[in-house]
């Protein structure tokens, strides 16, 4: 029977974490807020064509959820994907290279922003159409089950997607064949500009696996620890060969939907309200600052050692060289 519509609980019950892995967790998150700084900067310099969706405000979602997984399993995600990439291990340089569309891109500068890909990191994407990823994300689900690997398939998707028809559709052939998967909704409030409320006539979106018989819970996606203890029984179940699971993250996007959106559609009050009192990293900083598990000392170090790692990329991107015009016929047929 399905379980939707619960709602994890703080702590859990869960032993904390130590001090270096939170430390860990803290890094991730703020490497994904500066990366994301950075290319916001170098769009807004003519250096970034295309569409630019920034994962600023969302960082604990991801960097939790990767803290459960281990390196057989895929990740697969929609065009805000800069976050995903990092925190699965792509490097810096690579990412945003590609983002200006230079050869020493993940994708040979062909992918941009929204379309990268890395087989070594098991990261297939990077998808521009709305929803698209989740019937894929799906099928990687399945090849896993296939290949007896022990991996699965974590598949994200927005508040804005879930309402598309060929997710549900995965929904049911995921269930049915109960393959490996794990759906995660990030809630972030609003689709393009549209909050939820106005697009979903049923707003607790675990509850959409319901009908297919797939566990749901609705998790404070703005908590990096949170997210880590909600993952981690989700992923116990799945890895326990009882089919999907779908977790709703409720987190929260500071940016418009991509760099060409002035976000009209709410007040700079709501946006400031989330920064002083919800912000992921200032969130985990300050719980440790307030154990006394560090000093702010340390997390000084860490923020001038993650501008170095940014800075170095946005070098890197702008000096890596353009692609060959022969590029264009490749990557775009496989002999068999």
């Known amino acids: 029977m399905a379980t939707a519509g619960r709602k994890t609980t703080?702590?859990?019950?869960?032993?904390?974490?130590?001090?270096?892995?939170?430390?860990?967790?803290?890094?991730?998150m703020l490497l994904i807020r500066r990366f994301e700084e950075r290319a916001g900067q170098l769009y807004g310099m003519g250096l970034i064509g295309g569409?630019?969706?920034?994962?600023?405000?969302?960082?604990?979602?991801?960097?939790?959820?990767?803290?459960?997984?281990?390196?057989?399993?895929s990740v697969i995600t929609s065009y805000r994907d800069h976050g995903h990439m990092l925190a699965c291990g792509m490097e810096a340089n690579g990412v945003m290279a590609e983002l200006t569309g230079r050869r020493g891109g993940y994708s040979k500068g062909k992918g941009g922003s929204m379309h990268m890909f890395s087989r070594e990191k098991r990261f297939f994407g990077g998808h521009g159409i709305v929803g698209a990823q989740v019937p894929l994300g799906t099928g990687l689900a399945f090849a896993h089950k296939y290949k007896e690997d022990g991996g699965i398939s974590v598949t994200y998707t927005g508040d804005g997607a879930?309402?598309?028809?060929?997710?549900?559709?995965?929904?049911?052939?995921?269930?049915?064949?109960?393959?490996?998967?794990?759906?995660?909704?990030?809630?972030?409030?609003?689709?393009?500009?549209?909050?939820?409320?106005?697009?979903?006539?049923?707003?607790?979106?675990c509850n959409r696996g319901a009908s297919y018989d797939i566990p749901g819970e609705e998790v404070d996606g703005m908590d990096v620890l949170k997210v880590k203890e909600a993952a981690?029984?989700?992923?116990?179940?799945?890895?326990?060969?009882?089919g999907p699971y779908i977790l709703e993250m409720k987190t929260y996007r500071y940016r418009g939907h991509s760099m060409s959106d002035p976000a009209k559609y709410r007040t700079k009050e709501e946006v400031n309200k989330?920064?002083?009192?919800?912000?992921?990293i200032d969130h985990l900083r300050l719980s440790m600052l307030d154990l006394g598990e560090a000093e702010e000392q340390t997390f000084k170090d860490i923020d001038k050692e993650i501008?170095?790692?940014?800075s170095k990329s946005a070098e890197f991107s702008q000096s890596s060289p353009e692609p060959d015009p022969s590029e264009l016929y490749t990557d775009i047929l496989v002999d068999v």
């Open 307 to 310: 501008k170095d790692i940014v």
């Open 232 to 242: 981690a029984k989700a992923v116990a179940h799945i890895r326990a060969g009882k």
């Open 10 to 28: 703080a702590g859990g019950g869960n032993k904390r974490p130590d001090v270096e892995t939170l430390l860990k967790y803290y890094r991730e």
């Open 51 to 73: 569409f630019c969706h920034l994962y600023i405000g969302q960082e604990a979602v991801v960097t939790g959820v990767q803290a459960v997984l281990t390196e057989k399993d």
């Open 274 to 280: 989330m920064k002083a009192e919800r912000d992921p």
């Open 162 to 205: 879930i309402n598309q028809g060929q997710v549900y559709e995965a929904f049911n052939m995921a269930s049915l064949w109960e393959l490996p998967v794990l759906y995660i909704i990030e809630n972030n409030q609003y689709a393009m500009g549209t909050a939820v409320a106005r697009a979903s006539a049923n707003t607790q979106l």
